[in-house]
């Protein structure tokens, strides 16, 4: 009887080591990557301004005074959450559902559409012709320059992005990495443009990734890591064979325990 035991025992867990394995090449980022230089083709993209993002912008001259009329207070507060989790306080102008923000003395004004370049382009010709400043400075930022990690990633969450610029290593890496079930070699990428949602899969195993135009995010995309097949059939098969492997390993140790006491 105990030679049974432990061969039951040993079954079971040869079993559950089975259910728990995966492909360790799968698991390895860039494993093709030869030692090369990859060169960035052509400019960075700008990000066309969309409706419901949120501009920091600051008007400013030598005329300091002239200047802080176009730089009411309070047009820099509002609540956002880090990749920590606190709240910090940075808002600015509104882009409306129908693409214009609201501006002192300017009044309204596109920017949907617009890179941020196009804008200031504007914003400065506009102060000019009125000949409201001298040689004006104009800024602007992205306040809610925002992207999400989810899926089979150590830590999921939205990560607000100061800089404004940010890879999909970066995130990954801020999200706590992929888990060893996640699949490399087909990460999800969601991105809004122009009113419009379009997916792409991107194959972190490969070295042509390193030339993708989706290398960097841009400002609310969502990142997806799907489980791969280890993880789906281990979650499947252990809900089902566990309970089973651990009432047949105590009616073996009721009957053990008869037998030992007759």
Same mark, same amino acid.
């Given at each position: ?24 090449? $799968? %698991?390895?980022?860039?494993? =093709? ?7 960035? +083709? ?14 920091g912008?600051? /008007?400013? !001259?030598?005329?300091?005074? %002239?200047?802080?009329?176009? =730089?009411?207070?309070?047009?820099? =507060?509002? +609540?956002?959450?880090?990749?920590? *989790?606190? !709240?910090?306080? !940075?808002? *600015? ?6 693409? #214009? ?5 300017? *009044? #309204? ?6 890179? $941020? @370049? ?6 400065? =010709? ?19 320059y ?7 990633? %150590? ?7 100061p800089?404004? $610029?940010?890879?999909l ?5 801020? %999200? ?10 087909n990460?999800?990428? /969601?991105?809004e443009?122009?009113? @419009?949602?379009? #997916? ?29 097949k ?5 979650? *499947? +098969? ?11 390993? !105590? /009616? ?5 325990? +008869?037998?030992?006491?007759?």
């Amino acid at each position: 009887m105990p030679r049974t035991l432990k061969f039951l025992f040993f079954a079971a867990l040869i079993m559950l080591l089975s259910i728990s394995c995966t492909n360790t090449r $799968k %698991a390895v980022y860039f494993n =093709n990557v030869q030692d090369t230089t990859f060169v960035q +083709r052509g400019n960075e993209i700008q990000t066309p301004i969309q409706e419901n993002d949120i501009l920091g912008i600051t /008007i400013s !001259s030598l005329n300091a005074e %002239a200047s802080a009329i176009f =730089n009411p207070p309070n047009t820099n =507060n509002s +609540r956002s959450t880090t990749v920590t *989790g606190s !709240s910090t306080e !940075s808002g *600015g102008y509104l882009v409306s559902s129908d693409g #214009t923000i609201q501006l002192p003395v300017l *009044g #309204t004004i596109k920017a949907a559409g617009l890179t $941020k @370049k196009e804008l200031k382009d504007n914003i400065t =010709n506009m102060i000019l012709s009125k000949k409201l400043l001298v040689d004006p400075l104009v800024e602007i930022r992205f306040l809610n320059y925002e992207v999400t990690v989810i899926g089979e990633v %150590a830590k999921p969450t939205v990560i607000t992005v100061p800089s404004e $610029k940010i890879s999909l290593l970066k995130a990954l890496g801020l %999200a706590g990495d992929l888990t060893i079930y996640g699949k490399r070699d087909n990460v999800l990428l /969601i991105r809004e443009e122009n009113g @419009k949602k379009k #997916t792409r899969h991107i194959n972190l195993n490969s070295s042509n990734f390193f030339n993708s135009p989706y290398y960097y995010l841009q400002p609310n995309d969502v990142v997806y890591v799907s489980p791969n097949k280890a993880k789906i059939a281990s979650a *499947g +098969r252990t809900a089902q064979l566990l309970p089973i492997i651990l009432s047949s390993l !105590s /009616i073996v140790v009721v009957v053990l325990d +008869r037998v030992k006491f007759n």
